[in-house]
């Protein structure tokens, strides 16, 4: 069965680093864009971060500057190295696979994914 299989949250501090990795099972990674995502309880899913095949990326607006994507081909994994973290980071972070790369804001994201795992749960909080 293909699916990602995500790691690395946790409960931090206001401030701290956290990376988060998608292992993917069943497909290589490196022949789609991947996309990190977080969801709220009781909020849609928010696209965070895309990376092409071709290692460009975007990302969301809350998070811009403060993380960056990457992906590891040989590891058939993305990673989501999380600086700075704050509150509103919190949340069930998870990715997913897609068949173009554009801009991680448009709402085609959220709806279009392929290969979604369990997510993995980040708290901030003091």
């Known amino acids: 069965q293909e699916q990602f299989v995500e790691s690395g949250g946790g409960l931090v501090q206001p401030g701290d680093s956290l990376t988060l990795s998608c292992v993917a099972s069943g497909f290589r990674v490196m022949h789609y864009p991947i996309g990190w995502f977080r969801q709220v309880p009781g909020q849609e899913r928010e696209g965070i971060a895309l990376?092409?095949?071709?290692?460009?990326?975007n990302y969301g607006d809350s998070v811009t500057g403060r993380f960056t994507i990457s992906r590891d081909n040989a590891g058939n994994r993305v990673n989501l190295q999380m600086n700075d973290l704050k509150p509103e980071d919190t949340g069930v972070y998870y990715c997913?696979?897609?068949?173009?790369?554009?801009?991680?804001?448009?709402?085609?994201?959220?709806?279009?994914?392929?290969?979604w795992g369990q997510g993995t749960q980040v708290t901030v909080s003091s």
């Open positions: 990376i092409s095949t071709g290692d460009e990326a």
């Open positions: 997913a696979a897609f068949k173009l790369y554009a801009d991680i804001r448009s709402d085609w994201y959220i709806r279009n994914g392929q290969y």
